[in-house]
């Protein structure tokens, strides 16, 4: 049974009627844990609803949060509360042929964004170098390096917690051959660690952050590569018109060539808002 359906078939039975249009069309799985986005409407039932949702999914799942707050800056963090099961928040996530430490209390994940991953490795293609700007505990790098022969990943993140468990992930997944670990801002790091003029392609894949970043993306580019730039757009008709509008003053700013491979949404974040990533094809003007 679809997610959806699942969770408003449990909440018929718990909720008022004239509620159910706040029950949510779905929930996220990480791990073994389930997480929920339960609107304050729905304060009341909040545990009747997470306990249905645990006997349901048991054994396969023994938690059932619910996200409590907007991620925090810089690290993404949310805050959660706990409605069902035991155990704490660190979890183990299969996904791709790979397996990923999470602790959701200290580090940013979204199962959410499997197929973007796999999508993004498909693009990669042997022998490249990859900067990723945003890497959290490792999936978009770790996918990348286990499905892709010869390639090189600087793996950034800022989040020392995130970090921590990027090197494990890098260690279980046995890809410590082709996955660089680094933590700090990604626009120092990438002057600290001379990783100006490197990548083939580069990795942005935090909508909140990637535009204050996008010149130093270009940067790390060689003479020609792929920028995969992620933001946050307003619910409109024309995506590509949106991103343009974002993206042009920057990259013009920086003489670079470029156009526009394609726009995605990935997913809806608000009534309003989706997130969304651009394959942007860069030709960088490199000094003499």
Known sequence: MARGRLLRELARELVPSDLLRFVPKGFETIGDIAILNLP???????????????????????????????????????????????????????????IFKVDISRAFFSSRLQYERARIAGLVRPGEVVVNMFAGVGPFSIVIAKRVPDVKIYSIDVNPEAYKLMVENVKL???????????????????????????????MPSPEHAINYLAKAVESLKARGFIHYYDVARRVKD??????????????????????????????VAPSKSYVCADLYVERKVMD
């Open 40 to 98: 304050r409407e729905l304060d009341e039932y909040k545990f009747e609803i997470a306990r249905a949702l645990l006997r349901r999914l048991s054994p396969h799942i023994r938690l059932v949060v619910r996200r409590a707050s907007p991620a925090r800056d810089p690290e993404r963090v949310h805050e959660y509360e706990v409605l069902a099961g035991s155990g704490g928040l660190e979890t183990l996530h299969k996904e791709s042929g790979c």
């Open 173 to 203: 997944n046995r890809v410590e051959d082709k996955v660089v670990p680094l933590l700090g801002d990604a626009a120092e790091v990438v002057d600290l660690y001379n990783l100006k003029g490197v990548a083939d392609r580069v990795l």
């Open 239 to 268: 995506l590509r018109g949106y991103v343009l509008e974002r993206v042009s003053p920057i990259l013009d700013g920086a003489g670079a060539r470029w156009r526009v491979e394609g726009v995605r949404e990935i997913r809806s």
